[in-house]
């Protein structure tokens, strides 16, 4: 009932011309790959966006950011508003970790992006995620919790298929050790869970994404699972050979 959804986070790299070459290499790659099958979008750097736009035209790879700030417009030097990116991208991702890690992005911040994301008629793609030490110490499940309940606060019932989820344990990004099959599956299960308790069986409706490590090796096995709806990739969305057999191995499920 949920279409899986694979989107590649390509961070901090390629410039705007190797941007525009990736996205070319992804369109051949893809081209046999039935659009009804799984959603795609990648999302390259804001200075990226407006070339990249052109170039995925023909093709059902949709274009988002990897960020956005919630104010509409004024005097925040060097951010970027979600309207600003209304048009141009259909997806922003929100609250990575390396936001929430880096440049001190709260669950209350995240919120209100997403909440500004959602009002502007795109759609967010919420990050979520435990620490190694945070997993070490039993806390998952804990910080799962508070990182959903607390990033979807005032998100209406109306709303909430609009969300994706991305559950991404941070000791598994970049780090080529992703988590076991089994074990993304029962935090994915716990995250709708906790939407679950919120919004009742509009739960089963949210895409709940696995990030971390995701190659093209771990991917047919993590996809398979009930309850992950896709993946969020960084490093395999680099290479156009990954990322699309990363795509097909759900699209042929
Ligand atoms: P990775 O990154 O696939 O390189 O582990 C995933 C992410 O940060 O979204």
């Known amino acids: 009932m949920r279409t899986p959804f694979i989107a590649g986070n390509w961070k ?15 369109k051949a ?20 966006l407006t070339s990249v736009k052109p170039a995925l035209a023909g093709s059902s790879i949709k274009l988002g ?28 991702i929100i609250g990575h970790s390396e936001r ?10 995240v919120n209100k992006k997403v909440l500004a994301v959602i009002a502007a008629g795109l759609l967010p793609i919420m ?32 709303d909430i298929a609009k ?13 080529g050790r992703a988590a076991t099959s089994d074990d993304a599956q029962n935090r994915c299960a716990f995250v709708r869970a906790q939407v679950r308790l919120k ?14 490590s995701v190659t093209p090796a ?11 709806d896709g993946a969020l990739v960084g490093g395999a969305s680099l290479k156009a050979g990954d990322f699309s057999a990363i795509v097909k191995a759900v699209a042929a499920q």
């Open 29 to 48: 790659a893809l081209s046999g790959v039935p659009a009804s099958s799984v959603d795609i979008a990648v999302c390259p750097a804001f200075v990226a």
């Open 100 to 109: 929430r890690q880096i440049f001190g992005e709260t669950d209350a911040l």
């Open 199 to 212: 919004y009742g069986d509009l739960a089963d409706q949210v895409r709940i994404q696995y990030g971390g």
């Open 65 to 92: 950011a990897q960020n956005a700030y919630y104010e509409p417009k004024g005097a925040y030097t060097g951010e970027v508003s979600i309207g600003m990116l209304t048009g141009i991208v259909d997806y922003i």
């Open 163 to 175: 969300v994706t989820i991305a559950y991404e344990p941070i000791w598994a990004i970049g780090t």
């Open 12 to 26: 901090m790299n390629k410039t705007v011309s190797e941007a525009v070459v990736l996205v070319d290499e992804l």
């Open 127 to 158: 990050c979520i995620g435990e620490t190694l030490a945070e997993n070490e110490a039993g806390q998952t499940e804990a910080v799962l919790e508070r990182q959903t309940r607390d990033g979807l606060v005032n998100v209406s019932p109306a």
């Open 218 to 228: 771990n991917a047919k096995e993590l996809l398979a699972k009930p309850d992950i």
